[in-house]
């Protein structure tokens, strides 16, 4: 995937990331986003980064909207959620450090 913030994007496309942008800014207002080429495959990606426990919420506040984009419209544009890499991080401490349930009884 190839980082660019000058990509020239048609217009049709350029309203789509932007709706898109809108549509997870309303509902997640700290969310960070990279517009990026990607090859695999070939489209426009809208990646974004949001601080909440499970990142599939974002698809679910915008999926029916990228599937019409992507079948109805026929765009190549992909939604990729990301999550902070220090929440990552403080998660998998955690889990680290979180005690092992005993294994129940045998008969």
């Given amino acids: 995937m190839r980082d660019d ?3 020239a994007l ?3 496309m350029e309203k789509a990331v ?3 942008q809108g549509s997870i800014a309303e509902r997640f207002p ?4 990279v517009v990026a080429e990607g090859f ?5 990606y809208l990646v974004t980064t949001v601080d909440i426990a499970d990142a599939d919420e974002v698809m679910d506040a915008i999926g029916d909207r990228l599937v019409a984009l992507q079948v109805d419209e026929g765009l190549p544009i992909y939604v ?3 999550r902070p890499i220090q929440r ?3 998660e998998l401490q955690e889990r680290k450090h979180a005690t092992v349930p005993s294994p ?4």
């Fill in 10 to 12: 048609p217009p049709a």
């Fill in 80 to 82: 990729t959620p990301l």
């Fill in 18 to 20: 932007n709706e898109l």
């Fill in 88 to 90: 990552v991080l403080a």
């Fill in 40 to 44: 695999d495959p070939k489209g426009i």
């Fill in 30 to 33: 700290q969310a960070s986003f």
């Fill in 104 to 107: 129940l009884p045998l008969p």
């Fill in 5 to 7: 913030s000058a990509i």
